[in-house]
């Protein structure tokens, strides 16, 4: 997993000392506080993590679950727990004291979960740890203070697991402020698989935090504190990923073929701009295919996270060549995705000369389909050879109060016009209770193809509360250029 921004990468003895995790809000307000977490991984492959793990006050959970755990699962963060994962810790309740437990999940199957005492003392340290059973390999049990409590379970690793050790908050609502403060200690792994072999204590890690939560890491007898941004954890936010730094810094990751070369699938582009000096040449070949994950890809992704409530304004313009054909399937060239694994919520669909905004959004009563699923036309022509600049606003809504809007215009047009406008719908998924925030992707997601390679370019993106924070390259500073064609509200 590749660390940047709120994830900031730490060298030194996590086992020599601790690790602490706490809100920075814990003392004071907070708003809209959704989905939030803290913790330290290793990329390294182990068969088996444990540690010390303890309250350090009583947790003031507001709505949802408080967790603090150790355990196996996805790389990706926030973990996408659809793809499984075993975790064994302590779990607070509103208006609970903490207790232990455990869960268990395979892709595909329903979360075991099991409390295993009624309450624990505020203070109290418990050893806790997943480890592979010797001479059985992909069967792992869980231990609580030295003692098996758990039978031995099929953990068939999807896409690398690695170990964590982890805080999260996972409310029920997108507005809480779930206050907590734990402590890890003596973490250490099990680096080959046998009865006999030996915990290691894990002696180099990398920390990771939401915004808002603040994680302590002492490390050779110095205090590493994260600290908090200074707006609220959901507070609006812009972005900007326009390459104009003349790499991929402003991204979170880049996804492109395991084991591929990445110039080959994604590469800055000086002659073909939008503005600026870059843009980006996005390539799909037959085989392109990222990790595990299903259809063949070069994209890249930041964790803009949009929670319900919430209205945003995005900018972007995207160049198909004048050889452009039909993808396999689907040709996805901005996707705003949820930490689901289904359909996303929102993303634009390029076919042969058209495009299209596929919505899965609402309660995903299967697992997969929204309540509201639908596909709406949005370009009869891409234009081929010109660039196509999109303005879209976004009312973020788990019910039926959200909106979703598009503006657009081909490169040598003065304003633009409305492509698309959907009002009364929700644009955020909702599974099992829980409103998934999202992910921003751009490049190009296609089905698999044995024959045919894809080329588009991309540039400017930008995210932003207001319209005339998308600057002068898609509006003037009245917002005049698309006012006169905006609908009525």
């Excluded at 409390?115 to 624990?120: A, G, N, V």
């Excluded at 050889?323 to 076919?351: C, E, K, M």
């Amino acid at each position: 997993m590749r660390v940047s921004r709120w994830a900031t990468a730490l060298a030194g003895a996590l086992a020599a000392a601790c690790l602490l995790a706490a809100p920075t809000w814990a003392d004071g307000a907070c708003t809209d506080a959704g989905y939030t977490e803290g913790g330290a991984s290793t990329g390294a492959h182990t068969h088996g993590i444990s540690a010390h793990v303890r309250p350090l006050s009583r947790p003031n959970v507001q709505n949802g679950v408080v967790t603090a755990w150790v355990g196996i699962g996805p790389t990706n963060t926030p973990p996408d727990k659809l793809l499984g994962f075993l975790h064994v810790g302590v779990i607070a309740l509103p208006g609970q004291s903490p207790r232990l437990f455990w869960e268990y999940r395979q892709p595909g199957t329903a979360t075991t979960i099991r409390h295993l005492r009624k309450y624990i003392r505020i203070g109290t340290r418990h050893r806790v740890a997943v480890r592979e059973v010797a001479g059985r390999p992909g069967r792992w049990r869980v231990w609580i203070d030295r003692r098996i409590v758990s039978p031995a379970m099929n953990v068939r690793r999807v896409g690398g697991w690695r170990p964590r050790v982890m805080i999260e908050s996972l409310p029920d609502r997108t507005t809480s402020c779930n206050n907590f403060r734990y402590r890890f200690s003596r973490v250490s792994v099990v680096r080959r698989l046998g009865t006999h072999q030996p915990w290691r204590r894990l002696v180099r890690a990398y920390t990771f935090r939401s915004p808002g939560v603040g994680v302590t890491h002492p490390a050779h007898s110095a205090l590493v504190t994260l600290k908090a941004p200074s707006q609220p954890p959901n507070a609006p936010k812009s972005f900007r990923g326009d390459w104009e730094t003349g790499d991929f810094s402003q991204w979170r990751q880049i996804q492109y073929k395991t084991g591929g070369v990445l110039s080959d699938q994604v590469a800055l582009e000086s002659d073909v701009v939008r503005q600026g000096r870059y843009a980006v040449r996005f390539t799909v070949r037959p085989g392109d295919r990222y990790s595990t994950t299903g259809g063949e890809r070069s994209e890249v992704w930041w964790m803009s996270r949009e929670s319900s409530g919430q209205d945003y304004w995005y900018g972007w313009s995207t160049l198909f060549p004048t050889d452009w054909t039909a993808p396999a399937a689907y040709g996805l060239f901005l996707q705003w995705h949820s930490l689901n694994s289904v359909p996303p919520p929102i993303a634009f669909d390029a076919r042969g000369d058209t495009a299209v905004v596929n919505v899965n959004t609402g309660d995903l009563t299967d697992g997969r389909i929204g309540t509201n699923r639908a596909q709406y036309p949005l370009l009869s022509t891409l234009s081929k050879g010109l660039w196509n600049d999109f303005i879209v606003h976004v009312h973020w809504a788990a019910d039926s109060t959200g909106s979703l809007t598009v503006w657009h215009r081909v490169q040598g047009q003065q304003t633009y016009t409305v492509a698309l406008d959907v009002q009364n719908i929700p644009t955020l998924q909702t599974l099992d209770g829980f409103v998934s925030p999202n992910y921003v992707k751009l490049g190009l997601y296609r089905g698999n193809d044995a024959v045919n390679v894809n080329t588009l370019y991309q540039d400017d993106f930008r995210m932003t509360p207001t319209l005339t924070g998308l600057g002068a390259s898609f509006v003037d500073s009245s917002g005049a250029a698309i006012q006169a064609e905006e609908p009525a509200p």
